[in-house]
């Protein structure tokens, strides 16, 4: 049975028994207490902009104390890029089960759609531009493997594949940012059903791309 030592404050009793659950080997605590910060941030995102965030606000509303938010966070930054991994990694990993890019969208959409006012207080802020740093890094990967997949058996030189990748990423999240600035008017439905008018178009680059090494090649023999 473990023995802890009282402390008169109470938020600095808080801290050290989580301190000494952790340092025995009880982790239940440490998974409450991450998911009661990171709710409630959730919480306040759907109440006000992120610059009008503050930590303050976090351990007053979880009531811990500040030692207790940067345990497990470096900053507030540190918390929003988790929210970020959180919605946007569903992407990547229905990407990774085969899935078609327009049902993992789908899904992420309407996440984003069914959470509105946090999407809205995010642009509201000077740090949407974060937000859109990290959908440009997520959607390069999703791309660059769609179109290495969409290639194969094909002659296409790598730099092509990645210019080609790298258009379709800006294309891609230029619209999804857009629709996030405007309020999310369309329904998710309505947008995939525009994207899909260009996505079949990496193949017709991809060929294109392809002639152009052929005849590359062709110059080449003939010189």
């Not at 301190?19 to 998911?35: C, L, S, V």
């Not at 959730?42 to 965030?53: G, R």
């Not at 309505?190 to 005849?215: F, P, Q």
Request: net charge negative.
């Amino acid at each position: 049975m473990l023995q802890y030592k009282y402390a008169y404050d109470k938020n600095g009793y808080i801290w050290y028994l989580l301190y000494r659950f952790e340092k025995e080997g009880g982790g239940k605590m440490q998974k409450d207490t991450k998911k009661l910060i990171y709710n409630t941030f959730i919480d306040l995102l759907e109440k006000k902009p992120f610059d009008k965030i503050t930590v303050k606000d976090i351990v007053e509303a979880c009531d811990i104390n500040r030692n207790t938010f940067y345990y497990y966070y470096s900053d507030i930054y540190d918390l929003l890029e988790e929210v970020f991994m959180k919605e946007l990694n569903e992407l990547v990993e229905a990407h990774k089960e085969g899935k078609s890019w327009a049902a993992s969208f789908i899904k992420v959409a309407y996440v984003a759609y069914d959470h509105k006012k946090l999407i809205n207080n995010i642009c509201a802020s000077r740090s949407y531009e974060y937000f859109e740093n990290y959908m440009y890094k997520v959607c390069n990967k999703i791309m660059v493997e769609l179109v290495q997949f969409a290639a194969q058996d094909m002659n296409v030189a790598e730099e092509d594949i990645e210019f080609i990748a790298s258009f379709y990423e800006y294309a891609f999240v230029g619209i999804i940012s857009e629709w996030f600035r405007t309020g999310m008017r369309e329904e998710p439905l309505e947008l995939a059903s525009k994207l899909s008018l260009v996505t079949g178009n990496i193949k017709y680059s991809l060929r294109k791309a392809e002639k152009k090494a052929r005849l590359k090649i062709e110059n080449e023999d003939f010189t």
